[in-house]
């Protein structure tokens, strides 16, 4: 064992030959390739830590999950045996993910100075001598040792100006590329009122991809990874006709196109539940082109990983979160974006809601990092601030600051779903019922196809029960569990609710049912208070017990 005075440090070299070094020399380099590679991974991530599926993604992309994650453990046994008894602890895994110590272990590149590099007639390689035969390494090595040369590249010094004259800076970095929307203006004359609308539902239409999956908005569009919008609208008498239409990057193509009639004799034609509808409904359509688009390897491939996880994460299936973490792990890497942390944080809820006590602990700090930064970096996107209230009044139980963040996620975007879903499930919690019901209604007509509508009947079935509506929470719930037959929640209210209503076999049915996902269920863990189930312990529901099944 080291000395307790002097902690043993290893130092990780990336550029050039990859090399693993004590603090006095000694080299501890692993001799197998997918050992170098997977330390080279760890070593180049901001976290210095990735899930077990992230890893096996990278290095066994062409193996099932079983040998994928048998020939990982393989893997790790070697590196411990490569760093000896006295530094294999630097070496860290749980359950969740592999990482390194950080108080134990440095990366050369976090000091190294890369203008020194600019300056040398053939600038180093990253991890020059480490080559590994799958595509997704392939892929990610290629990544890292472009962004490498470009951070020595951009590290060259300002050129000087002459004399009397202002000094520019050259940057030789290329911009990030990102998916674009391009907004078109109105195809058809009309009224400067028309216009106005048109430009609005446009700028509302782009502000949620923006807000939602970080595109950018141009004038003048290039590349093939972008969609050009068209907004129309036309006053009439006592309505407004609104179409709108989604193009191909260069025009050539209608990929979809939608129409509505919008009344004007009930307040500001924007604030109108059809007409944010169809703001969503485009919003949805666009992300879905641009994500068949394919990747590339550049930021548009972040934007394809993000709508990929965002996806995988309404599947309610650990393995399918762990997977949704990974790819957004990455997408943060190649772009980052704060609305991939705030997703990262939203994906932690399902340790509390599915009742996983699988390190629930490291997933609730995890949670409340990622949306802090992510609030940070994004306090005007609506996305952001959806995902936060939700952390934080579900996670954390801080229903004023969840129901601060919804109001202004809200305010930012009046047109999101999630928004409104988070809104009236805050308010709820706060006792305002009826409050809580009229925004999860709203959050519910707003949304479209997406892949959490099942949890917008959810949200909205608990504000019904709450206020008091209970054959309109039955129906909710029974709704989302048909959408999403393993999504526990709506199950556990509808025992009691069912028992309330005298319907014991259907009850008893839904109970057998929770029982097979969840052993160990009972109407008696609900009242624990540890237990996901504050809303039906505040309608209370919990008055029954297993006599009267």
């Known amino acids: 064992m080291s000395d307790p005075g002097e902690r043993p440090e290893l130092r990780i070299c990336v550029i050039g030959a990859f090399r693993v070094l004590t603090h006095d020399g000694q080299d501890l380099t692993p001799r197998g390739r997918k050992a170098r590679a997977l330390l080279a991974i760890l070593a180049l991530t901001q976290t210095r830590r990735r ?75 990253l991890l020059e001598d480490i080559e590994v035969a799958d595509e997704q390494f392939a892929h990610w090595l290629r990544n890292q040792r472009t962004g490498f040369e470009q951070r020595i590249a951009a590290s060259k010094p300002s050129v000087a100006a002459p004399p009397g004259e202002a000094s520019v800076v050259v940057r030789t970095d290329p911009a990030p590329t990102r998916p674009w929307i391009r907004i078109l203006a109105p195809s058809a004359a009309s009224s400067e009122s028309g216009q106005f609308l048109s430009r609005l539902v446009g700028d509302r239409i782009a502000q949620g991809l923006v807000d939602q999956w970080g595109l950018e908005v141009r004038d003048d569009g290039e590349g093939a990874r972008g969609v050009r919008l068209r907004v129309d609208a036309l006053p009439l008498s006592r309505e407004v006709a609104v179409n709108v239409a989604l193009l191909s990057a260069d025009g050539a193509l209608q990929l979809w196109s939608e129409s509505g009639a919008i009344s004007l004799e009930n307040g500001f034609v924007s604030d109108a539940p059809p007409l944010q509808a169809l703001i969503n409904r485009s919003v949805d359509v666009a992300a879905q082109y641009l994500n068949r688009i394919g990747s590339s390897p550049d930021s548009s491939r972040a934007f394809v990983q993000a709508f990929e ?74 996305t952001v ?95 989302a569990c048909a959408m999403a037959p393993t999504f526990r929640p709506p199950q556990r209210y509808l025992v009691p609710l069912y028992l309330r209503a005298g319907k014991r076999d259907q009850a008893h049915e839904t109970l057998e049912r929770l029982r097979r996902l969840e052993p160990g269920f009972s109407l008696e863990v609900m009242r624990e208070p540890s237990y996901p189930s504050a809303g039906i312990r505040a309608a209370g529901l919990l008055t029954f017990s297993k006599g009267d099944l």
């Open 385 to 479: 601030l959806a995902l936060a209230s939700h952390v934080y009044s579900f996670m954390f139980h801080d229903f004023a600051l969840g129901h601060e963040l919804a109001e202004l996620s809200v305010k930012c975007n009046p047109a999101y779903p999630l928004g409104h879903a988070f809104l009236g499930r805050a308010k709820s919690y706060l006792g305002e019922h009826e409050a809580g019901y009229a925004a999860t209604k709203r959050g519910l007509d707003l949304s479209g196809h997406g892949p959490y509508r099942y949890m917008l009947h959810f949200f909205h079935g608990m504000t019904a029960l709450l206020s008091g509506r209970w054959e309109e929470a039955v129906q909710a719930g029974e709704v």
């Open 309 to 382: 996880a965002v996806q995988r994460i309404f599947r309610i299936d650990l393995p399918e979160v762990e997977r949704a973490d990974a790819l957004l792990a990455e997408a943060y890497e190649l772009d980052p974006n704060p609305v991939y942390l705030a997703w990262r944080a939203y994906g932690r809820t399902f340790y509390v809601a599915e009742h996983i006590h699988a390190d629930r602990g490291r997933a609730t700090e995890e949670a409340k990092e990622y949306v802090r930064h992510a609030v940070e970096a994004a306090p005007h996107n609506a």
């Open 51 to 125: 899930s077990r599926p992230a890893l096996q993604d990278k290095l066994w992309s062409d193996r099932g999950s079983e040998q994928g994650a048998a020939s990982l453990r393989q893997t790790l046994t070697e590196i411990r045996g490569a760093f000896g008894e006295r530094y294999r602890d630097c070496l860290v895994s749980d359950m969740r993910g592999i990482g390194l110590d950080t108080d134990r272990v440095t990366i050369d590149l976090d000091t190294a100075d890369l203008s020194e590099f600019a300056a040398t007639v053939e600038p180093p390689v």
